[in-house]
């Protein structure tokens, strides 16, 4: 069997989220236990790219479920209002998954709000979406990959379409 292409990477847009004080809920206990979980609540952003712009209306949050001093489980989940002559007035809602891993030390410096380089974290993320207008139909019929960066004021995504 022949090997298959690997699937190329057409960039979508860049987000900028802006977050709130986390919200440290504890340590789960019972059956599914298996960290800590940390809340963050959005409070807007910003969509901008080659095929999408808008802006993230403040309300959602990002679920986070804390598995260790190096990683995390990340679950955002947000809406977005579209601009543009196209797209002007409608929204997506995001489910965007993603792992958050470093260094102990670096990802104790998130933790505290301190500037962590990018590049020594390993943000990866696997947004889907929802839409109701068929004119947005692309984005619920193909998979999208995503990188990251947490600053200590916001979370930057590039996302990209798997072509």
Avoid at 79 to 85: A, C, H, K, T, V
Avoid at 149 to 154: E, G, L, V, Y
Wanted: aromatic fraction near 6%.
């Amino acid at each position: 069997m022949a090997t298959l292409p690997a699937p190329a990477l057409e960039h979508v847009a860049d987000l900028t989220v802006f977050v709130a004080t986390p919200i440290e809920a504890g340590t789960i206990t019972g059956l599914n236990s298996r960290g800590k979980r940390r809340i963050i609540p959005i409070t807007g952003g910003t969509l901008r790219g080659p095929q999408l712009n808008g802006r993230v209306l403040a309300g959602g949050a990002d679920f986070q479920l804390v598995v260790s001093d190096t990683a995390a489980d990340l679950d955002a989940r947000y809406i977005i209002e579209l601009d543009g002559p196209e797209f002007a007035g409608e929204h997506v809602y995001v489910q965007n998954r993603a792992l958050r891993r470093g260094s102990a030390a670096d990802i104790a410096r998130l933790v505290r709000g301190e500037v962590v380089d990018p590049a020594a974290i390993y943000f990866r993320c696997v947004p889907s979406f929802e839409v109701s207008s068929p004119k947005l139909a692309w984005l619920t019929d193909s998979l999208f990959v995503g990188t990251g960066a947490r600053h200590p004021d916001r979370v930057e995504i590039s996302l990209f379409r798997l072509a």
